[in-house]
């Protein structure tokens, strides 16, 4: 029985509060924050409609941690939950350490000026939180999130080492309209049009950004989407399972794009709507990113004529008991079912739902000690059983399908 402080109403954060609703037995007080205290009322409300739940609601800048700290001194959780942004995450996380509440993230710190993704702005807090005895928790969406869950399942209980990783990242879903991204586009944009990375023997080779000539890509045969281009990409989560996961050679990221995505961003960039350094326009200075996110469909507003399945995965090339195999554990998720349960696309859907499942772990103390964690150093069993149980159900199968060498 718990309180639990949500922090952001878009598209992940209405999926999150919903799916905390669900489950009053453990989850038994939640308020929902967000710099807009109107759209934490519009999802309060639907939750008091369908669920007869009553949460309460706050606005607070995340940017500002006095505020923070006034509203944890006033709420007083056990449990702060940041699906805000990830320019948030440090003003967050001070203000747990001073409030002295736990904290979990979905994606690492990013600075607004520079597209720059790492974990050491975030790792850096770990005394300070093993110190107060606090628990922070980073990356508990899907990817990262379950991603890295699946390669600390794997690595303990299918194999006594693992060579490489592949994360393949597969949205088959069609949301009728010609551009637009699955969440919130400012973060999505600067992490797809970054210069991409993998790790191999050591070291962080650098590629082509997908949209650049010689970006690398291959057509992957996924579980029921079929044969779909697949672009290598840089993800946060590579950065903490080279660390996590032993005897790792390689590990890379790819993500599914549409010929008429890489377009329409091709054309974005050529214009510069996709730079993140201020513009003087009539006056005053914009930023042509943030200007082309007001322009963008809101990713919370897609779900209502999405259909199609996202396939989201890990292939594994391990040995156990002296002999070499490879192992894919994967999650199907349908559009249309996850607008069914919690009014939100797939892409809101599966990274929601580990995050209330991270949540329930914390406040349920599952997952129990005190410092700053990525989620594979955390006992997967029961989280597995958790993503069966409450929507994202996933498959182990030995995988005879074809990876780039
Ligand atoms: P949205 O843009 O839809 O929602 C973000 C919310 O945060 C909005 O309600 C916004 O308020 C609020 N917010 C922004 N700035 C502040 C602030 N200074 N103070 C308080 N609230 C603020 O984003 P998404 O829901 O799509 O994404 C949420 C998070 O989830 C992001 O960090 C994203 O990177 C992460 N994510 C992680 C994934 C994973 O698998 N790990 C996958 C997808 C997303 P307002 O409404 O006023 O703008």
């Known amino acids: 029985m718990s309180r639990v402080l949500i922090i952001g109403a878009g598209g992940v954060g209405n999926v999150v509060v919903k799916k905390c609703a669900q489950h009053p037995d453990v989850f038994r007080e939640i308020c929902l924050a967000s710099r807009t205290k109107e759209k934490c009322d519009v999802i ?28 944890m001194n006033a709420f007083k959780p056990d449990l702060v939950v940041n699906v805000a942004l990830p320019y948030q ?28 993704f790492e974990y050491s702005w975030q790792w850096a807090y770990q005394e300070k939180f093993k110190k107060k005895g606090l628990m922070a928790v980073l990356g508990c969406g899907f990817d990262p999130g379950v991603t890295n ?52 023997e050591g070291q962080w080779i650098e590629t082509p950004a997908i949209l650049d000539a010689g970006c690398v890509h291959f057509t992957f045969d996924y579980p029921v989407a079929g044969p779909r281009e697949s672009y290598l990409l840089y993800h946060e989560e590579m950065e903490s399972l080279v660390k996590h996961i032993n005897g790792l050679e390689r590990i890379r990221f790819w993500m599914t794009f549409s010929q008429p995505y890489i377009t329409h961003l091709q054309v974005l960039e050529n214009v510069g709507m996709t730079r993140i350094n201020a513009v003087e326009f009539e006056g005053r200075k914009i930023i042509p990113l943030q200007f082309l996110k007001a322009l963008l469909p809101d990713p919370g507003s897609l779900g209502e004529n999405y259909t199609g399945k996202t396939v989201i995965g890990c292939v594994f090339d391990g040995q156990k008991d002296g002999r070499q195999n490879r ?15 919690v009014q939100a696309q797939a892409v809101s859907y599966t990274t929601g739902v580990p995050t209330m499942i991270g949540a329930m772990m914390m406040v349920q103390g599952i997952w129990k000690d005190a410092g700053v964690f990525n989620v594979e150093q ?26 780039p060498e």
Request: proline share 4%.
């Open 44 to 71: 309060a409300d639907d939750i008091k409609e369908r669920y007869g739940t009553t949460i309460t609601t706050a606005r607070v800048d995340a940017d500002k941690v006095p505020e923070l700290v006034t509203l």
């Open 89 to 116: 995450d440090l003003t967050i996380m001070d203000a747990c350490l001073e409030a002295g509440v736990n904290y979990l993230d979905t994606a690492n710190y990013e600075p607004k000026d520079h597209a720059h």
């Open 149 to 200: 869950i699946f390669c600390a399942w794997a690595q303990k209980h299918l194999y006594d080492s693992i060579r490489a990783i592949d994360i393949l990242d597969c949205n088959a879903g069609d949301h009728g309209h010609p551009f637009a991204t699955n969440f919130n586009p400012e973060i999505n944009i600067r992490e797809v049009t970054q210069t991409v990375r993998h790790w191999q």
């Open 327 to 341: 192992k894919y554990i994967y999650n199907i998720c349908d559009h249309t079912e996850a607008y069914r349960e």
């Open 378 to 403: 955390l006992d997967p069993d029961a989280f597995m059983e958790a993503l069966n149980r409450y929507g994202l159900p996933w498959q182990v199968v030995d995988f005879k399908g074809i990876l």
